[in-house]
């Protein structure tokens, strides 16, 4: 089954809006990170946070963990129509390294 | 500096046959991953080699197996193919620090 479930399934936003989505997960990790996938294609790697960060930066995108809570949230600022496509929390636990990924958001984002 | 590469993009094969999907990471890295994307089961963890070695393995039957070859590319094949064998086939590759890259994926189709 499935460690990590996004929310909401779906998003709808106008450009230049900011999108927020949240993952949540069930056992202690090592690592969560986010990626990207455009319409059943490869994944791209957006960002990592180690289970000992609270927050990181990587341009448009800001992450946060809460371990406590289980759950972590991407938000994208000023979106584009180039940010819509689906995006996947996946976590790690401790040295196994087999990434197990949430159902995904899918976020649609119209000029 | 190149990506994760993957071969063929594209693989139609008929119920029982073996499928071979190949896989180049990133120069550098010596861990590759493979995924699984069917339509409503999400991305499922299958393989994980290092230095030419399995190291993880997910919860899919023996007839999916690979191996990794001392220039650290990869090679997944399924044995006596299935229609619900029919996904998208995504490799990964990371040095150490256990950020996953993945390719644009091997879409296969079992007719």
């Known amino acids: 089954s499935q460690q990590g479930e996004e929310d909401p399934q779906a998003l709808s936003i106008q450009e230049g809006e900011n999108a927020t989505m949240n993952c949540s997960y069930k056992t202690s990790i090592n690592n969560l990170q986010w990626y990207r996938q455009n319409s059943g294609r490869g994944l791209v790697h957006l960002i990592l946070?180690?289970?000992?960060?609270r927050e990181k930066h990587s341009g448009r995108l800001r992450v946060t963990l809460d371990t406590s809570k289980k759950s972590s949230s991407l938000l994208i600022t000023a979106s584009r129509a180039a940010d819509t496509a689906s995006y996947f929390c996946?976590?790690?636990?401790?040295?196994?390294?087999?990434?197990?990924f949430g159902s995904g958001t899918r976020l649609q984002v119209q000029p | 500096e190149a990506g994760v590469t993957q071969s063929p993009t594209h693989l139609i094969k008929t119920r029982g046959q073996q499928a071979t999907l190949r896989c180049s990471p990133i120069s550098g890295h010596t861990s590759v991953y493979w995924y699984q994307q069917a339509l409503g089961l999400g991305l499922q963890f299958l393989l994980w080699?290092?230095?030419?070695?399995?190291?993880n393995r997910g919860n899919f039957p023996p007839r999916f197996s690979g191996r990794q070859f001392p220039n650290y590319s990869s090679e997944l094949n399924v044995n006596a193919l299935e229609l619900e064998d029919s996904a998208l086939y995504l490799c990964?590759?990371?040095?150490?620090?256990?950020?996953?890259?993945f390719g644009p994926g091997t879409r296969l189709t079992v007719l």
């Open positions: 996946a976590t790690d636990r401790t040295g196994r390294r087999a990434l197990t």
């Open positions: 080699y290092d230095e030419g070695e399995e190291r």
């Open positions: 946070i180690r289970s000992n960060e």
């Open positions: 990964a590759s990371s040095d150490t620090v256990g950020e996953q890259f």
